[in-house]
């Protein structure tokens, strides 16, 4: 899940494996969900997929549909990073650059979750949690901007912003699973999403035009 506070630097041996452990778990559930459906699944079925036990399954997860989370949480995790770093100083267009910049992820974890955001159509349990992962992420990105504004918490132009972004990240991802002519790469159409949404920034003017 997000945290508000962030943290620099790289997580404890623990947290890193317990983070592995979770992406594959999340990756299994998946393998399973476009296999044998969502409903035939069991989250035991999950737990031998990712080599665990059911026990150590239901330490790190809730539900059997929420063992997806970490599929869905990289991109807004990147968008959060990013929006901390934001300085006041710097317009849309050094925004966009930096996180165009430095997201890489493997190839197998990318098809994972754009399998997932596709299932996310049909199966109401896994739309939940991508809706979630998203409700989660739209306070934090509202506290980062509010503090690059110098604000003690975010007013009322912070919060719809944070919903801008929130949802163009959403909506991008989504287009970019779902498109049958898709664009050279999901980054380019999160780029132009964020964009897109950040002409209600004032700060825009200070930024690239879009490129037609």
Known sequence: MLNSAGRTGRPPLTERRKAETRLEV??????LFLAKGVAETSAEDIA?????SSRTLWRYFPTKDSCVM??????????ARH?????????VAELLEMMQSDYREPADVRTAM?????LTKTEPGLRAVWLEAHREAEPV???ALAQRAGLPEPDLTVTVQAAMINAALRAAVEFYASTS??????????????????QGFPSVHK???RDR
């Open 48 to 52: 031998a997929e990712a080599g665990i």
């Open 141 to 143: 990105f509202a506290e």
């Open 181 to 198: 002519e898709a664009p050279d790469s999901m980054e380019s159409v999160v780029t132009e999403a964020l964009y897109i949404a950040a």
């Open 207 to 209: 930024g690239r035009k």
């Open 26 to 31: 999340a990756r299994a559930a998946v393998r």
């Open 70 to 79: 970490p599929l869905l949480t990289g991109g807004i995790e990147h968008t």
């Open 114 to 118: 754009l399998n997932l955001v596709r």
């Open 83 to 91: 929006l901390r770093s934001w300085r006041s100083d710097q317009g």
